[in-house]
């Protein structure tokens, strides 16, 4: 076959800027997607992944949807992005029913993901032209939030909005995990190094990770069974966390039954080789590197969530703004330059306008302690 005779041909670096490689043999395999899609488009589910804040991962990920849906017209494509709650919406906007601000409006796009709308919203276009079922693959985050600070046996079935036990992660997907806990806890101003698998914390992160990836996988697997109206192919856009080496989304798609299942990644083109290998997915797309056309606007790297009693710090990125002005998981913001605030989209939109070179005050509420904390915003240079 023409396509198994591109995949076999060698190559002397394990990635090729605007390619991709294929990892289904015994070493990586620089190839086209010619030879690459065909061979995986009769699968059931096909995961897409992606880094949130990366745009030209969004703009991979809609030329590999469009490339799919050439070959099966039959899609549904499922979104981390979304909570269930909001599944009436993508309905509508999938009808056009709503314009572009409707639907982000509907949807809490802002407070619930933050990410900027502009990388997604080729998606939700293509969607809607092309009459795709979207389907929210998510669960509200206070039930993760809550698994992780509480433990998975202190959440009735009544919250866990019909997510079941998830199978048990593999080791390897626990080492990931362990190493991920330990930077949370260096964020927090613990000693990584004293952080233990037995803590409880631990094992509470675990499964709210674990609780996660269930969630999105029965949401996929759901759209297969008999009587939901055909057996489309399953597209999920899903961050790569969750799908690298065959964990995490992947992992509890077998464990419900769902076998036929690749995972595509989008990988930046400066990826080491050693990280390039087979197992980490069933085909990579080395992303080129891009000079930036305007200054990025200012991120102080955290994840956020909402609650009455303010906005919530879930987690610090390590080296960004946020962490070199203070922050540290489990901060709640409550006050931005002197202004009383509660709303996720409120603190994303001042982020967002500050100007480069100023100084932004905060008031944070860390345990019982009010403290207040600067962020500078350095200067364009």
């Not at 399953?234 to 964990?247: A, D, M």
């Not at 464990?255 to 080491?272: F, Q, R």
């Not at 913001?333 to 500050?354: T, Y």
Request: charged fraction near 25%; proline fraction near 7%; hydrophobic fraction near 45%.
């Amino acid at each position: 076959m023409a396509a198994d005779a591109d995949i076999a041909s060698a190559a002397s670096v394990c990635l090729k800027a605007g390619t991709w490689t294929w990892l289904g043999g015994e070493t990586p395999r620089i190839s086209g997607a010619s030879a690459v899609l065909p061979r995986l488009a009769d699968r059931d589910v096909i995961l897409l992944g992606e880094q949130h804040d990366k745009a030209d991962d969004h703009r991979w990920q809609l030329q590999t949807v469009a490339a799919l849906q050439a070959l099966r017209p039959d899609m549904v494509i499922g979104f981390e992005a979304f909570p269930r709650r909001v599944q009436p919406v993508l309905d509508r906007w999938v009808a056009g029913e709503l314009t572009p601000a409707e639907f982000l409006q509907q949807v809490q796009w802002n407070e619930v993901w933050g990410m900027p709308a502009e990388f997604y919203m080729p998606l939700f276009e293509f969607a809607r032209l092309n009459r795709i079922p979207m389907l929210a693959l998510n669960v509200e985050r206070k039930l993760i939030r809550t698994i992780a600070s509480k433990g998975v046996d202190t959440v009735g079935n009544a919250e866990r909005e019909g997510v079941s036990r998830p199978a048990a992660p593999p080791a390897d997907y626990v080492d990931m995990l362990f190493e991920s806990h330990r930077e949370h806890a260096r964020s927090r101003g613990r000693d990584g190094a004293q952080t233990s698998r037995s803590d409880s914390a631990f094992r509470n992160f675990v499964d709210a990770q674990a609780t996660w990836d269930r969630a999105m996988a029965e949401a996929l697997a759901r759209r297969l069974a008999p009587g939901s109206g055909g057996r489309p192919l399953v597209v999920g856009i899903i961050g790569s966390g969750h799908l690298r080496h065959g964990h995490g989304v992947a992992h509890q798609l077998r464990d419900l039954g769902v076998t036929s299942v690749a995972t595509l990644l989008p990988v930046p083109i400066g990826t080491a080789c050693d990280d390039i290998r087979p197992g980490l997915a069933d085909a990579v797309f080395a992303v080129p590197a891009q000079a930036a056309a305007r200054p990025e606007p200012p991120r102080l790297g955290v994840s956020l969530s909402e609650s009455e009693r303010g906005v919530h710090v879930a987690d610090v990125s390590p080296g960004s703004l946020a962490e070199r002005s203070g922050f540290r998981a489990g901060d709640v913001i409550v006050e931005l330059a002197g202004s009383p605030v509660n709303k996720v989209a409120s603190v994303i939109a001042a982020i967002r306008d500050q100007p480069a070179g100023t100084w932004l005050p905060l008031r944070i509420k860390r345990d019982s302690e009010l403290l207040e904390l600067l962020v500078r915003f350095p200067a364009r240079g």
